[in-house]
Each structure stands twice: as structure tokens, then as C-alpha cells.
């Protein structure tokens, strides 16, 4: 993963309401969700969380697919876990990281 892609995607999470957001289809896993049911959930006004989902989809987090008339948003496992890579890419000095470092992100 190239350092622009991590910065544009860091960018897009530095921000509370994204970063619930991403966090709330991270632990709704491959089902999704809709704006509605996001919108709910967090309490944020369904115009601003439009904003908010182009903005995770534009730093490639989350994808957008339509399942008959909704609009199902999930969270980008592999481009996650490439920015968790990028990031500790060399931790722990080069030398093995702990067990626990190692698989903090088994998704």
C-alpha cells in the first residue's frame, strides 16, 4: 500500500462522526448496513451522514452496493488491514512481534 492511499484513508477516519460510523459497519461485519439503520444507530441526520458515507467511500473503507431499493454500506476488510500493515510494518524493531500484536485484527 502506497503512503498517499494510508494518509487519504487516516484523513477520512480523523474525523468522530466517520470514524462511528466505520466503526459501526466494522462490527456489523459482511451483512452491512443502510443509512437508515445507520442513521438510527448513531443519531446522525440522514443529509450528514451522506456526507460522511462519500467520504469513507471516496478513501476506499467502506463499499456501497445496492440490494433492491437500499443501499447496503460494509466495511473494506483488506483495505483495513492494508493500512494496519502499512503502519506496523516494521514494529517491534524487526524482531517477531507478540502473540497478542500479532493477531490483534483477525477479521
Known amino acids: 500500500m502506497e503512503s498517499i492511499a494510508v494518509v ?8 468522530s462522526s466517520r470514524l462511528e460510523v466505520f466503526r ?3 462490527v ?3 451483512a452491512g448496513l443502510t443509512p437508515g439503520a445507520l442513521s ?8 450528514t451522514l451522506s456526507f460522511h458515507l462519500k467520504e469513507l467511500v471516496n478513501a ?3 463499499s456501497q452496493e445496492r440490494v433492491g431499493r437500499n443501499l ?8 483495513m488491514n492494508s493500512v ?7 514494529c517491534c524493531q524487526g524482531q517477531p512481534c ?7 485484527c483477525d477479521c
Request: glycine letters at 4%; a neutral charge; proline letters at 4%.
Open 8 to 15: 487519504k484513508a487516516l484523513a477520512a477516519l480523523a474525523q
Open 40 to 47: 438510527e444507530s448513531l443519531g446522525v441526520a440522514p443529509n
Open 60 to 62: 476506499d473503507l467502506i
Open 24 to 26: 459501526s459497519l466494522v
Open 28 to 30: 456489523a461485519g459482511q
Open 98 to 104: 507478540l502473540p497478542a500484536l500479532a493477531n490483534a
Open 72 to 79: 447496503v454500506y460494509r466495511a473494506q476488510f483488506d483495505r
Open 84 to 90: 494496519l500493515a502499512y503502519l506496523t510494518q516494521n
